[in-house]
C-alpha cells in the first residue's frame, strides 16, 4: 500500500527553467511534508518542508505548494540549474507517527546545461 | 549543522555471516534512530525505530531477529543484520532527529550498501 506516491520516475528540464516534480498521498491523517534530495551513494538531504496547515512554502528557490483537498504537493524550483540534477523524495508524518517518515518512490531530476 | 555518520559505507560478506552497520550522531544527541532500506528504484522503507535504552520498534514484516538493533547511547544506534543471505543485499540507511520535537527535519546517514555473496 503505496501511501506516497511520485508517479514521474524522471524529470528532464532545461537550465534556466522551471522544474516541477508531484506528488500524491492517500492518508488523511498526514499532516506535515518534507521535500529530500539524494545524490547517488549519499543519504537523502532535507529541501523544504510544509505544514497541513499552509498552501504554500517557500525557501529562495524552491517552493512547495500543498493541496489539501487533492491530497497533492509539488515541489518548484526556480531557475533550476545543473546541480539541482538528483533524486528527489517527497514524505509525509502524521501527528500519530511520532516522525516516522513514509516517503515516495523518488522522481530522478536532470537538469541540462 | 547537525551531521549523522554510518559505518561502513559498502560491505561485502558471505552469506550466513553476520554484519554490524553503526550508526553515530556526531553532534546531538538522538534518543530516537530510524533505520530505512532502499531497494533499487523503490522508495525508502522504514525499518524500525530505534530507541535509547530500549528495545527497537519494528515494522511490519521486519524479522526482529535477523535486524538486530541496538540504542546503547544518546549518539549510536546499531544495526546486526544476522546470517546474511543474497536476498538482504540492499542499501540501509539511518536517520535520526535532534531535539525539537517530532517535525524537526530527520538528518540522514550517508546509507551503507550490502552485499551478500
Known amino acids: 500500500d503505496q501511501q506516497v506516491k511520485q508517479n514521474s520516475p524522471s524529470l528532464s528540464v532545461q537550465e534556466g527553467r522551471i522544474s516541477i516534480l508531484n506528488c500524491d498521498y492517500t492518508n488523511s491523517m498526514f499532516d506535515y511534508f518534507l521535500w529530500y534530495k539524494k545524490y547517488p551513494a549519499e543519504g537523502p538531504t532535507f529541501l523544504i518542508s510544509?505544514?497541513?496547515?499552509?498552501d504554500k512554502n517557500e525557501d529562495g528557490r524552491f517552493t512547495v505548494f500543498l493541496n489539501k483537498s487533492a491530497k497533492h504537493l509539488s515541489l518548484h524550483i526556480v531557475p533550476s540549474q545543473p546541480g539541482d540534477s538528483a533524486v528527489y523524495f517527497c514524505a509525509a508524518i502524521s501527528g500519530t507517527s511520532y516522525g516516522k517518515l513514509t516517503f515516495g518512490q523518488g522522481t530522478i531530476l536532470t537538469v541540462h546545461p | 549543522g547537525a551531521v549523522v555518520s554510518q559505518h561502513p559505507s559498502r560491505v561485502i560478506c558471505k552469506s550466513g555471516t553476520s554484519v554490524k552497520i553503526e550508526c553515530r550522531s556526531l553532534d546531538f544527541q538522538a534518543t530516537t534512530m530510524f533505520w530505512y532500506r532502499q531497494f533499487p528504484k523503490q522508495s525508502l522503507m522504514l525499518m524500525a525505530t530505534?530507541?535509547?535504552?530500549?528495545?527497537?520498534?519494528?515494522e511490519q514484516g521486519v524479522e526482529k531477529d535477523k535486524f538486530l538493533i541496538n540504542h546503547a547511547s544518546l549518539t549510536l544506534s546499531t544495526l546486526t543484520v544476522t546470517s546474511a543471505h543474497p536476498e538482504d543485499s540492499s542499501f540501509y540507511i539511518c536517520s535520526a532527529r535532534d531535539s525539537g520535537g517530532a517535525l524537526r527535519p530527520l538528518h540522514f546517514g550517508n546509507g551503507t550498501r550490502l552485499t551478500v555473496t
Open positions: 510544509i505544514s497541513s496547515i499552509k
Open positions: 530505534s530507541n535509547e535504552g530500549s528495545k527497537a520498534t519494528y
